[in-house]
């Protein structure tokens, strides 16, 4: 019901900055909220940032201050800037629709933090 084209990640040095931008197709439903989430190896997928319908938008702890999600041009667009990276902040991103209760899931783009 929902389909996702993801883009942005990649190798960077720490301090680096990357952005993340997501296109969310939806049929049938309407999205509530877009986000986007992380998960490293051997662990679980946690929230980074959403935004809302009202674009309201709240934060991971870990990425208060140093990211920023944002609408993109087009309609169910998301981007997320990511400044000041961590090698830390290293994994896959997932794009996150929430609709109708339920959540969809881009197929996740690798960042990779590393010097």
């Known amino acids: 019901q929902v389909q996702f084209v993801e883009s942005g990640g990649g190798l960077v040095q720490p301090g680096g900055s990357l952005r993340l931008s997501c296109t969310a197709s939806a049929s049938e439903v309407s999205i509530y909220a877009l986000g986007w989430y992380r998960q490293v190896a051997g662990g679980e997928r946690v929230l980074v940032a959403h935004?809302?319908?009202?674009?309201?938008?709240n934060y991971a702890d870990f990425a208060k201050g140093r990211f920023t999600i944002s609408r993109g041009g087009a309609q169910d667009t998301v981007d997320l800037q990511m400044n000041n990276l961590k090698p830390e902040d290293t994994a896959v991103y997932y794009c996150?629709?929430?609709?109708?209760?339920?959540?969809?899931w881009g197929q996740g783009t690798l960042v990779t933090v590393s010097s």
């Open positions: 996150n629709a929430f609709a109708l209760g339920s959540h969809y």
């Open positions: 935004i809302f319908r009202d674009d309201t938008t």
